[in-house]
């Protein structure tokens, strides 16, 4: 039988990424968000690829994501864990919590003045996405009593945008007057602002340090207009039979769709265990040396069907790409399934034999 499916990344175009948003973000710094496993494509791998280029702050979403992402890295950058954490429960991980809450506040800042050394903390301000971070009155509290920041060492005091993929929403420019607003109230300190579409939305949204995850992965950050950033990664699955079916004949469970001529259909070793959504079924399509072919019938959990009578040159054993080729997209996928780019690649398996590009 053929070798596995293959989830190639690569990692000069995730560091190529990375350094094109570096010069929109300059002179404010720009981290590297490598939560949920660098969304998908190995945090481990993407985390020192970034520090090797010059990265000097990161972004993970839990405190085990950080503390591991730290053993990958090494001592020095930045590593914020945007959950935020207990103090000391990072151990020797260096890590700085986000603090999201005046509870979180509190707990930092007397564990700070307990042990006579400032505790280093990001304070989150919520602006618009009523999920974390200070809340107005939370906010006024601070702002009329910043001794409540005694023991505390804030790098940065950040908000998160909730509609930055969509230039025109007027929550971009409110979220940007409350984050000033709320900025002027509290001790100076630097600011992070904008996620990978904020960076894209002009001066009112630059800061000290950007925070962009998507597009460092190749997810079109600009949904209105051309995708600015390189692609990163394919997803190429193996053909593991072929078959040469009957006008009439039905493929797949549920028997949603029959051939409707002659049909040679591509069987291949990936399915909805995989991170090829179901949803996919009937209206997806991979990509061979350059054309589409079309996903027929429903996804399986380790198999999908494809319509390849078009194509009579693939043989069992060449690779259809899934993810990461013409016209299949994480984007396109998302699409496709109903979902957007960013889940498709969090969903990525974990079955796959992975293979890292390094230049
Ligand atoms: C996930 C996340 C980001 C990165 O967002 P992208 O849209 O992927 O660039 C930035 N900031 C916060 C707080 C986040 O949760």
Same mark, same amino acid.
């Given at each position: 039988?053929?070798?596995?499916?293959?989830?190639?990344?690569?990692?000069?175009?995730?560091?190529?990424?990375?350094?094109?948003?570096?010069? +929109?973000?300059?002179?404010? $710094?720009?981290?590297?968000?490598?939560?949920?496993?660098?969304?998908?494509?190995?945090?481990?791998?993407?985390? /020192?690829?970034?520090?090797?280029?010059?990265?000097?702050?990161?972004?993970?979403?839990?405190?085990?994501?950080?503390?591991?992402?730290?053993?990958?890295?090494?001592?020095?950058?930045?590593?914020?864990?945007?959950?935020?954490?207990? /103090?000391?429960?990072?151990?020797?991980? $260096?890590?700085?919590?986000? %603090?999201?809450?005046?509870?979180?506040?509190?707990?930092?800042?007397?564990?700070? +003045? $307990?042990?006579?050394?400032? +505790?280093?903390?990001?304070?989150?301000?919520?602006?618009?996405?009523?999920?974390?971070?200070?809340?107005?009155? &939370?906010?006024?509290?601070?702002?009329?009593?910043?001794?409540?920041?005694?023991?505390?060492?804030?790098?940065?005091?950040?908000?998160? %945008?909730?509609?930055?993929? &969509?230039?025109?929403?007027?929550?971009?420019?409110?979220?940007?007057?409350?984050?000033?607003?709320?900025?002027? *109230?509290?001790?100076?300190? +630097?600011?992070?602002?904008?996620?990978?579409?904020?960076?894209?939305?002009?001066?009112?949204?630059?800061?000290?340090?950007?925070? /962009?995850?998507?597009?460092?992965?190749?997810?079109?950050?600009?949904?209105?207009?051309?995708?600015?950033?390189?692609?990163?990664?394919?997803?190429?699955?193996?053909?593991?039979?072929?078959?040469?079916?009957?006008?009439?004949?039905?493929?797949?469970?549920?028997?949603?769709?029959?051939?409707?001529?002659?049909?040679?259909?591509?069987?291949?070793?990936?399915?909805?265990?995989?991170?090829?959504?179901?949803?996919?079924?009937?209206?997806?399509?991979?990509?061979?040396?350059?054309?589409?072919? /079309?996903?027929?019938?429903?996804?399986?959990?380790?198999?999908?069907?494809?319509?390849?009578?078009? %194509?009579? &040159?693939?043989?069992?054993?060449?690779?259809?790409?899934?993810? *990461?080729?013409? *016209?299949?997209?994480?984007?396109?996928? *998302?699409?496709?399934?109903?979902?957007?780019?960013?889940?498709?690649?969090?969903?990525?398996?974990?079955?796959?034999?992975?293979?890292?590009?390094?230049?």
């Amino acid at each position: 039988m053929s070798a596995a499916a293959t989830l190639m990344v690569d990692l000069t175009a995730i560091v190529a990424n990375w350094r094109d948003l570096a010069a +929109r973000g300059a002179p404010g $710094a720009v981290a590297g968000v490598v939560k949920a496993d660098a969304y998908g494509l190995g945090a481990a791998e993407v985390g /020192p690829a970034l520090r090797a280029a010059g990265c000097r702050h990161f972004f993970v979403a839990l405190l085990g994501e950080g503390i591991a992402l730290r053993a990958a890295i090494g001592p020095g950058p930045m590593i914020g864990v945007l959950g935020g954490f207990a /103090p000391g429960a990072d151990g020797d991980a $260096a890590l700085t919590p986000v %603090l999201n809450s005046l509870g979180d506040v509190a707990a930092h800042a007397a564990a700070g +003045r $307990a042990a006579g050394v400032a +505790r280093r903390a990001i304070l989150h301000v919520d602006t618009g996405m009523a999920r974390l971070g200070l809340d107005a009155a &939370e906010l006024a509290l601070v702002s009329a009593d910043h001794g409540m920041l005694a023991g505390l060492d804030l790098h940065y005091v950040m908000t998160h %945008l909730a509609c930055a993929d &969509e230039p025109a929403h007027p929550m971009n420019a409110a979220q940007a007057t409350r984050f000033a607003a709320a900025c002027a *109230g509290l001790p100076k300190m +630097r600011r992070s602002f904008a996620n990978s579409s904020g960076m894209f939305l002009g001066a009112d949204f630059a800061s000290d340090l950007a925070r /962009p995850g998507c597009a460092l992965y190749g997810i079109n950050p600009t949904p209105d207009h051309p995708n600015p950033m390189r692609p990163v990664m394919r997803l190429e699955v193996p053909v593991l039979q072929l078959r040469d079916i009957l006008a009439g004949t039905p493929v797949g469970y549920g028997a949603t769709w029959t051939a409707s001529r002659p049909t040679r259909i591509a069987t291949v070793a990936a399915g909805y265990a995989d991170g090829y959504l179901r949803s996919l079924s009937g209206h997806a399509v991979a990509e061979f040396r350059g054309r589409s072919v /079309p996903l027929v019938a429903r996804v399986s959990m380790d198999l999908t069907t494809f319509d390849v009578t078009d %194509l009579p &040159e693939i043989a069992p054993g060449d690779r259809l790409t899934l993810i *990461g080729g013409d *016209g299949c997209s994480p984007d396109e996928v *998302g699409a496709r399934a109903g979902t957007i780019g960013y889940e498709v690649l969090t969903s990525l398996g974990a079955r796959y034999a992975r293979e890292y590009l390094r230049g």
